[in-house]
């Protein structure tokens, strides 16, 4: 069987607009109804900071909205949310007046709806002028809604930030606009402020002009085509480092492919508070180096001119607007000496994660948020790999399974998550190159636009054929019919392996693995998976193999283990499979054997992966302590941070229960010391070697 490395995003169908009965359809479900569709805005916002010592501050602002009629109607419908409406008008594209008979504002569902006297036309092209006012207040918890203000300390003066958190449906909050992912459009900002403060936008600012008093308008680029949760506006008065990038052999490359919004050298912006700006010297290193990665990787330059990063007090998380990523302090700011060499990792992941979604999620975007979580899945999958390698010297695959495969297994309610899913797709083959142009091909084809599942499936059927993949049994491999299961149930398989060294045969079956969850709902697929697998023996288990053995298709398998010798075989090598292994007791007495006679036979991940799996069915009654107690016996030998990550919380859960017990209390103390000891033995606690023992 061909292999490849394939990555499968698969996304919400884009709704066509057209027929009256789909628009009223749309409406019903709280979509708008999808016969207009907006081309470009200019935006002007005023926010009055300085009248008034205390939130609420007053936003003052207007908004142009030009837009494609595709069906005869009597109504401008669009988003609106704590809005004061003042004054409403329409023209069509020869600008003359269209007149309006009434505004009306439904709060449930969050429209303004305009009424207009005369029907717009089909094919007909119309601007949308709207003056209103809202307020901007305190950020409403750590991840602000729509146009937030937060307060900081600064020479014990009290100050303020203004900042936007659009996403996913908080656009509506700034300002009248078309708020769903799939209405694309261009558009031009001006921001007014006070001299002394900074207004940031997605893209770099033109000109300065002076208003009325002491008022000054910044007027920024035109973006890129994006959708209205994309945006972000922000005004203070942050300090910035700064660097370029230069990937100047990408200039053909991107001229060709009509993306004309980038910049080879592009602007990279770290703001921060004065207080932390010598913190942000890591950031800026970071983003470069993940932005200039990503630009070779994809062969697309970022369709900005500049990318700024600004860590806004108060803040939780991180959000990817295009060209302008806000985070909190902690996510952003690393300073040696009050940061650990984790946190390090922290930053590294959530920039690479950030950036990732300038291309997987900006560029190209998901038509609904019922799919959204797969966006984030596959800038997951990229968070590791830009900078861990060549910045940080880490294994990127082991920082894959801390930060996503284990945080999956142990969900207390496990829907499968993106970067597992997309990791299990991408083993199927040769990594990264086939990932790589599946990307490329992606991200071109449908470079500004709303994505439909089928866009995404022929991409993956053109590369497949490309390839010459095909199924265990020479067939077309329909990866649709492989992952579905995967996206539409809850939990993850278990399965159960026995492995038969006389007759040389692997008998599998699987079952649904969700012991925290009592009641789920009934499932097309019954919950069984096509689980992509890959088999081991004491001589070919220390490394992970290029693709897949088998694929167990949703029914219980008996294998041809003629390869394999010994007397324990391994599952899943490199726990590149969403999937817990329970081993018959012959099998799992070989491996623990192995382990402890030299573990390094059996990958890192395969260790780590045992050992979590082990005390997962210690907790849920499936094995015993003593079980548990006999796989953790090599430990004295194991130097893997992942391992010992999994090991912990177990150590902590065992300790609540002996204490109870004194002479078994210390009994486990020495147990414990036997483990422990001769690791510290091997491991600095300064300088550099400390640093890389994160490997």
């Known amino acids: 069987m061909a292999r490849i490395s394939l990555c499968v995003v698969v996304v919400l169908c884009f709704v066509r607009t057209g027929a009256s009965e789909q628009g009223k359809a749309e409406v019903d479900n709280g979509l708008l109804p999808g016969n207009l569709v907006p081309s470009h805005y200019n935006l002007e916002l005023q926010a009055n900071m300085y009248d008034t010592t205390e939130p609420p501050f007053e936003l003052q602002g207007s908004v142009e909205i030009t837009f494609l009629c595709l069906e005869a109607t009597g109504n401008v419908v669009l988003h609106s949310v704590y809005q004061i409406i003042e004054v409403v008008s329409l023209v069509d594209s020869w600008g003359l007046d269209v007149d309006i008979s009434g505004v009306a504002l439904d709060a449930a569902r969050e429209f303004l709806t305009i009424s207009v006297d005369s029907i717009l036309l089909p094919g007909e092209q119309y601007t949308l002028r709207i003056l209103f006012m809202s307020n901007i207040t305190i950020s409403n918890g750590s991840n602000g809604q729509g146009f937030n203000a937060q307060f900081y300390t600064e020479d014990n003066e009290r100050r303020y930030i203004l900042w936007s958190e659009l996403a996913y449906m908080q656009a509506r909050k700034v300002f009248p606009c078309f708020d769903e992912p799939r209405y694309k459009a261009t558009f031009d900002v001006i921001l007014l402020r006070h001299p002394g403060m900074t207004s940031l936008f997605n893209t770099h600012l033109m000109n300065t002009e002076q208003r009325e008093g002491v008022w000054l308008a910044d007027h920024f680029a035109t973006t890129p085509v994006m959708s209205t949760y994309l945006l972000c506006f922000v005004v203070c008065d942050f300090p910035h480092v700064e660097m370029s990038t230069s990937n100047e052999k990408l200039v053909s490359i991107f001229i060709s492919i009509r993306l004309t919004f980038c910049d080879p050298n592009a602007q990279i912006r770290v703001y921060?508070?004065?207080?932390?700006?010598?913190?942000?010297?890591?950031?800026?290193?970071?983003?470069?180096?993940?932005?200039?990665?990503?630009?070779?990787?994809?062969?697309?330059?970022?369709?900005?001119?500049?990318?700024?990063?600004?860590?806004?007090?108060?803040?939780?998380?991180?959000?990817?607007?295009?060209?302008?990523?806000?985070?909190?302090?902690?996510?952003?700011?690393?300073?040696?000496?009050?940061?650990?060499?984790?946190?390090?990792?922290?930053?590294?992941?959530?920039?690479?994660?950030?950036?990732?979604?300038?291309?997987?999620?900006?560029?190209?975007?998901?038509?609904?948020?019922?799919?959204?979580?797969?966006?984030?899945?596959?800038?997951?999958?990229?968070?590791?790999?830009?900078?861990?390698?060549?910045?940080?010297?880490?294994?990127?695959?082991?920082?894959?399974?801390?930060?996503?495969?284990?945080?999956?297994?142990?969900?207390?309610?496990?829907?499968?998550?993106?970067?597992?899913?997309?990791?299990?797709?991408?083993?199927?083959?040769?990594?990264?190159?086939?990932?790589?142009?599946?990307?490329?091909?992606?991200?071109?084809?449908?470079?500004?636009?709303?994505?439909?599942?089928?866009?995404?499936?022929?991409?993956?059927?053109?590369?497949?054929?490309?390839?010459?993949?095909?199924?265990?049994?020479?067939?077309?491999?329909?990866?649709?019919?492989?992952?579905?299961?995967?996206?539409?149930?809850?939990?993850?398989?278990?399965?159960?392996?026995?492995?038969?060294?006389?007759?040389?045969?692997?008998?599998?079956?699987?079952?649904?693995?969700?012991?925290?969850?009592?009641?789920?709902?009934?499932?097309?697929?019954?919950?069984?998976?096509?689980?992509?697998?890959?088999?081991?023996?004491?001589?070919?288990?220390?490394?992970?193999?290029?693709?897949?053995?088998?694929?167990?298709?949703?029914?219980?398998?008996?294998?041809?283990?003629?390869?394999?010798?010994?007397?324990?075989?391994?599952?899943?090598?490199?726990?590149?499979?969403?999937?817990?292994?329970?081993?018959?007791?012959?099998?799992?007495?070989?491996?623990?054997?192995?382990?402890?006679?030299?573990?390094?036979?059996?990958?890192?991940?395969?260790?780590?992966?045992?050992?979590?799996?082990?005390?997962?069915?210690?907790?849920?009654?499936m094995m015993s302590a003593v079980d548990v107690l006999e796989i953790l016996q090599y430990l004295g030998s194991e130097m893997e941070m992942m391992t010992w990550k999994q090991v912990l919380p177990a150590i902590d859960f065992f300790s609540l229960r002996l204490r109870k017990f004194p002479e078994t209390w210390k009994l486990f103390q020495r147990y414990l010391r036997s483990l422990v000891d001769p690791v510290f033995e091997r491991v600095s606690w300064y300088g550099q070697q400390a640093e890389e023992r994160l490997t």
């Not at 329909?478 to 809850?490: S, T």
Request: proline share 5%; with cysteine; glycine share 6%.
């Open 272 to 621: 921060a508070r004065r207080e932390f700006i010598e913190a942000a010297d890591f950031a800026l290193t970071a983003a470069v180096a993940a932005q200039e990665w990503f630009e070779q990787y994809t062969a697309l330059p970022n369709p900005t001119s500049k990318t700024d990063h600004i860590a806004i007090p108060g803040k939780g998380g991180a959000m990817e607007s295009w060209g302008l990523i806000t985070y909190s302090e902690e996510y952003l700011l690393w300073d040696e000496n009050w940061s650990s060499p984790h946190h390090k990792l922290v930053l590294a992941s959530i920039i690479s994660h950030e950036l990732a979604h300038q291309w997987f999620g900006n560029l190209v975007t998901n038509a609904w948020w019922d799919d959204h979580w797969l966006n984030e899945g596959t800038a997951s999958f990229f968070e590791t790999m830009p900078i861990m390698q060549d910045i940080l010297g880490m294994d990127p695959s082991k920082i894959q399974l801390m930060r996503h495969m284990f945080r999956e297994l142990n969900a207390d309610k496990s829907i499968t998550q993106g970067p597992v899913m997309i990791d299990m797709e991408s083993s199927t083959g040769r990594v990264p190159i086939t990932f790589a142009q599946y990307s490329k091909k992606y991200l071109t084809r449908f470079s500004y636009s709303s994505v439909v599942s089928d866009d995404l499936w022929n991409v993956l059927s053109e590369q497949a054929a490309l390839e010459g993949v095909t199924d265990q049994d020479g067939s077309p491999l329909d990866l649709k019919e492989k992952f579905d299961p995967w996206l539409q149930q809850r939990g993850y398989p278990l399965i159960h392996a026995s492995w038969d060294p006389v007759l040389k045969s692997i008998n599998l079956t699987q079952d649904l693995y969700n012991p925290r969850e009592r009641y789920l709902p009934s499932a097309d697929y019954n919950y069984k998976w096509n689980i992509p697998l890959t088999f081991g023996d004491r001589s070919s288990s220390a490394s992970v193999p290029e693709g897949v053995d088998i694929w167990m298709d949703r029914e219980d398998s008996v294998v041809d283990g003629r390869k394999l010798s010994g007397s324990w075989i391994l599952i899943n090598i490199g726990a590149r499979s969403l999937c817990r292994v329970k081993y018959d007791h012959e099998t799992f007495g070989g491996i623990i054997e192995q382990l402890n006679k030299n573990h390094e036979a059996i990958h890192p991940e395969s260790r780590a992966l045992l050992v979590d799996d082990v005390i997962d069915f210690e907790r849920n009654g």
